[in-house]
């Protein structure tokens, strides 16, 4: 699974160590649907899976052939955040693997920082990662699946991109650590689905410890 050497892990955050999409799914779901916007739970879970905020308003705005209020983005991330805060989960075997990691490692995801910090926080995974492990392509305005955000991360580990491992579990995760030249690893709970054959995919994050620590 691991093809060269490596001396740093960058994780992505949603999907990858916490289980918050489907509940980000839902957030949405009812909040568009303020808008005229009716969505299906997987409709509404692929078109959140792995992209920006900017990439999802342009979406709505192009099927609802309206403009979205100004404040749209920030009433999503608020109801959002309400949501994570009373239910978002660690995914199985999350702890385990980051209690285990030996190597440096960090978070590198869309996500704004606010949101990864609840993320870590509520799931009790803040406790493996000072703030200067998180990263957020909020942070430099450029976002997966372009490969800046993880090269930035490398780049503040102080450890070259092609010794750097990322493990993703979305498609513009995966190319955009193939971009930035990473070995990558994909996660996908599901083990009847394995979304590419460009990398290796593990369907439980403990059958990482082996491969990583």
């Not at 406790?127 to 990263?135: G, I, K, L």
């Not at 976002?143 to 580990?157: G, I, S, T, V």
Request: charged fraction near 25%.
């Amino acid at each position: 699974m691991i093809s060269r050497n490596f001396e740093a892990v960058i994780f992505d955050c949603d999907g990858t160590l916490v289980d918050s999409e489907p509940i980000t799914a839902r957030v949405l779901i009812d909040y568009v649907r303020e808008f005229g916007v009716e969505l299906e739970f997987e409709e509404a879970h692929e078109l959140f899976v792995g992209r920006d905020m900017q990439s999802i308003a342009k979406w709505l705005e192009s099927t609802t052939n309206r403009q979205l209020p100004d404040i749209f983005a920030t009433e999503f991330r608020d109801r959002q955040a309400v949501a994570l805060k009373e239910s978002v989960l660690a995914i199985e075997g999350a702890y385990d693997l980051l209690a285990a990691m030996t190597k440096p490692f960090c978070v590198a995801s869309n996500a704004p920082q606010e949101k990864i910090a609840i993320n870590l926080s509520v799931t009790g995974l803040d406790q493996f990662f000072t703030a200067d492990r998180t990263f957020s392509a909020y942070d430099i305005n450029v976002w997966k699946p372009r490969p800046d955000l993880f090269l930035f991360a490398a780049e503040q580990l102080k450890v070259a991109p092609a010794k750097c491992i990322v493990i993703e579990d979305s498609m513009a995760g995966i190319d955009a650590g193939l971009a930035a030249g990473m070995q990558v690893i994909g996660y996908s709970r599901n083990s009847e689905v394995q979304p590419t054959n460009k990398v290796p995919f593990v369907h439980c994050l403990r059958e990482l410890i082996q491969h990583l620590t």
